[in-house]
């Protein structure tokens, strides 16, 4: 009883007005019914250009870069990309219920000696933040209605959670679980994304319109997420033999195809994935006693699947 | 300099309406210049009768129990312990950005054999619910100014996240990170805390009054939060091997006081949590170059420290 237990724990909510659920009553369907009805159209295959495999010793982490929002930032990072530059790099800080942090460990050191860090290539060493964009009618938007305690309007624009101010037209990627951001140092452009770290607890919302978000894991979030914290302040590793190796970040779309993912992702403007959020917000089922009739944006898991089998959020 | 950033990512809030910030600008107190400058009585030691060392191979977890909101599921949690129901149970599911359960691994079973459950002993199978509690005057309340997008106020109690309804005159537990829910079957009464969750992730908020929350972890969260994540549907471990056995868990009460940690946790309504809030809603600092300006439930630390030392969140 104890796994119908976590599926229901797993996946429900109910209306808050919802009366008793009676034996007869017909449950709200299920995230695996809603998805196993979607039509082929409702989903999409990332652009391989968007797409980054990090292949680290435990398995591989697919990453969604998100050029409508942070262009410079995604061919900054092609580019660091294609001349291998985190080939060798490591996962050298993970923070309890915050994030894992990948990069030069070179570049750890509170005073880094220049001729130690690796070369950047023909990146560019600083890029304009691109901590927000204008409102485009021309970007899907998916808006939620249950509100936000940080940002006006809250919804999901092509696969991604983000943030709108009708006030001065702009929009922004919102660092909830998963999201992948763009570490820096003090000055706003120092951020080119050759240090990277992804969300692995509840969402520092604090940190959105400070920080660009490159774009989101996709695709083996636990490889970070279950990494052993750092014993130092801010989750830093005090011994290189701590530190994660990254074998190698390759673009999808410089492989071969026969050794691409067949990765896709449930389109957040279709009816299936509007119907997704509509379960969850008012769920009926014989376990809940009270729905939440409510759900916040970072509560909401965008489904992916691989070569057809979901993803396991 | 990465360090410098990690600090500033780890702590930082800025006036929405600061000024741009200017060398000669005081910068917002940072959480340790505000704990170092605590007055002793701003700290309670926890009722011994309330702490939990549950002792794994790995480490102790520290729990504290909050009698005030379930005091009937603390009763029978005290019995489970004392008669060491949970001394050979074992974590039996981690569910990425979910929850790590730990129980009997044989209630794990679909249909589980009662031959082969352990007896709860003198505790109860069924409890009360207990999912929420009526308002009380007497119970210290610390409301947050920002809102909340499930609950019409939410704030701390006792060292507890809370939320509260007015209209209803009730108040409960909210499932933030760190928080320990009561597992139970479709029945409601089935909750019994022979069956315990930690939240790992997202804080899944739309789980609050629908499980009885029998507390939360003070210390130790790592030793949850990293542990694999199971390879079944909802985290379940596939294998026995792969489960963490729980060598032994007591309540501090009944360890004489040589062997109970030295654990002290800040008062949430003292002045310097509300001044922690305020920092780290307002904070300015040379990092930030927009403030948030406002904080969530769930992003609030409650500190604790063992020994003297910071436990780091």
């Known amino acids: ?36 009805a979607s039509k082929p159209s409702e989903w999409r295959t990332p652009d391989p250009d968007n797409l980054l495999y990090m292949q680290l010793p435990t398995g591989r982490v697919v990453i969604e870069l998100a050029p409508d929002f942070t262009p410079l930032h995604a061919a900054n990072i092609r580019t660091l990309v294609r001349e291998h530059y985190f080939d060798g790099t490591s996962v050298n800080r993970v923070q309890d219920n915050f994030v894992a942090q990948w990069d030069d460990p070179a570049s750890d050191d509170d005073h880094p000696d220049p001729a130690k860090l690796k070369s950047l290539g023909k990146a560019k060493k600083t890029l304009p933040p691109e901590y927000t964009r204008a409102i485009d009618a021309k970007l899907p938007w998916t808006e939620l209605p249950d509100g936000d305690v940080y940002a006006p309007e809250v919804g999901f624009s092509e696969g991604f959670a983000a943030a709108r101010d009708p006030a001065t037209s702009r929009m922004w990627l919102t660092h909830c679980y998963g999201a992948v951001g763009v570490a820096r140092d003090i000055s706003p452009d120092s951020g080119n994304g050759s240090s990277l770290y992804a969300i692995i607890g509840q969402s520092p919302r604090t940190l959105d319109r400070n920080l660009a978000i490159a774009g989101r894991v996709l695709e083996g979030m636990p490889l970070l997420s279950a990494l052993p914290r750092g014993p130092a302040p801010m989750g830093f590793y005090t011994d290189a033999k701590q530190r994660l190796p990254i074998l190698s970040v390759r ?38 006693t009270l729905p939440a009739g409510k759900l916040e944006l970072c509560n909401i898991d965008v489904p992916v699947r691989d070569g057809g089998k979901p993803v396991m959020p």
Chains 1, 2 share one sequence.
């Open 1 to 36: 009883m104890r796994r119908h237990l976590a599926a229901a724990i797993a996946t429900t909510l109910a209306l808050a007005t919802a009366p008793t659920f009676a034996a007869q009553d017909k449950p709200t369907p299920s995230a695996k019914e809603l998805l196993d």
């Open 251 to 288: 673009l999808a779309s410089d492989l071969p195809p026969a050794q691409r993912a067949n990765i896709q992702v449930l389109r957040t403007d279709s009816t299936t994935f509007t119907a997704l959020i509509e379960a969850k917000r008012n769920r009926r089922d014989s376990f809940y």
